[in-house]
């Protein structure tokens, strides 16, 4: 592959060295083959310049896999579509709550529980076998947004206060944890005082191995707004209605009743989301 | 005196009775005698309506008390003159320290130190012969604004990871509390919280009886932006160099070099410093 050496511009506003590898297997995973995606690759090399944003190189690499498949580009556009799950957190957490449900937790969202001290909201609590998990989503459109260590020592607190009252309630034998999960970053010391209190972090690419992105890769449940034949208003007015996933209109027709679709246009819609969630 | 039944609008939005009582021990505790005081009262009750902002009343009564003397209206716009610390937080830490070392305490201002996890960057530490004191201020300008639990569980956190790293250092026999200090108030289950895990918060009405309203009466140590005699600008330019209480002026004149004031306007102000520092 072609490897020219061009800088270019992170959300955050850092500059990165462009990595043709990294995208090509970004557009693999999507479902793109290697002969594909290395195509790809190289019509962006030729048409991007140095300080080009990293959002546009995927945009342009997004739209030339688009015209092989829009399917596959659903997949690829995975963490714009998550980003599409705003403007209100809400919907964020009712698919953080389903990633963890494909986990095999049982999930409870958004309840009010009294702590030790005081009262508290929660907005995810997830319970296996083994351990019952408090968890805090945070959800941010700005994409250079990096969640400072502020949030992970209120939510520190918060845990305590809980956690100390789940014990006392004492008939229990799970572990607690206390878990973040956001859309966007951390900051390194939010990081650090994650790993040193035993909180479990999660963000879009962190922790290697178990982020949030490999949490969808595993569950391949896709957020209806990786659909590119749904228009905005459309998806909105599903996330509205408390439909997240693309499974949930493979599983239930009638969710999409009241977007008042053609019947031609009924099916594909049906066809996209069919594809999206491996069905 | 004339008990009128008024409901008066406080800054929070609250709609309270107006008690003439309340204001005429404020105006005596200003340094009105009690006939001046109830004087004020009445032409105060004769002059407000329904819905009259508290802030409003109290504006005009200290009109009233400021024909009589200016540095007893000084003392009366207490209050006030801690929000004029701002727009920035910084020279209401100061303040807040040198209240601190009133009270006996060797403070340390805008420190950074390790804690057992991650660094922190602290506003105020003090210290006396029994305790070392971790103290997080929280200046507002917005009146109505109150410290939500948030604050109290990030600071608690923080508290824990710093005592965590003083306890590490091993020498020391001292007790370690965590305290926030904020010019306006805490939000009930703030209060609560700090009450359940014995970390001090103090607003400038609370705790009664050790409120920051009562540090200031007992040190005596007023700030610069009480002065009548100084404009908002001069008060300002003062702050900005570092000077934040009446009593630097009474204690280094030079302070006022910068400001470039007549000889007869130079001593007016160091007369009223002297008069709100009780030299």
Known sequence: MNQKNIKVLKSNGEMVDFMPDKLKSALMRSGADAKEAESIVNTVISSIGERTKT????????????????????????????????PSGYPFEKYVSKLLEYQGYKVKVNIIENGACVKHELDVVAENNEERLMIECKFHRDKGHKNDVKIPLYIHSRFLDIKASWEKSGDSKLNYFGMIVTNTRFSEDATEYGKCTGMRLVSWDYPHGNSLKDWIDRADLHPITSMNSLTKLQRQSLLDSGVVLCKEIVENHDVLLKLGLRLQKRDEVIKEAEVLSGS
Chains 1, 2 share one sequence.
Request: proline share 0%; charged share 30%; no cysteine.
């Open 55 to 86: 959002g546009k190189i995927y945009k342009i690499a997004y739209n030339l896999l688009k015209q092989k498949s829009k399917y596959v580009a659903g997949r690829f556009r995975l963490k714009q579509a998550v980003y599409d799950l705003g």
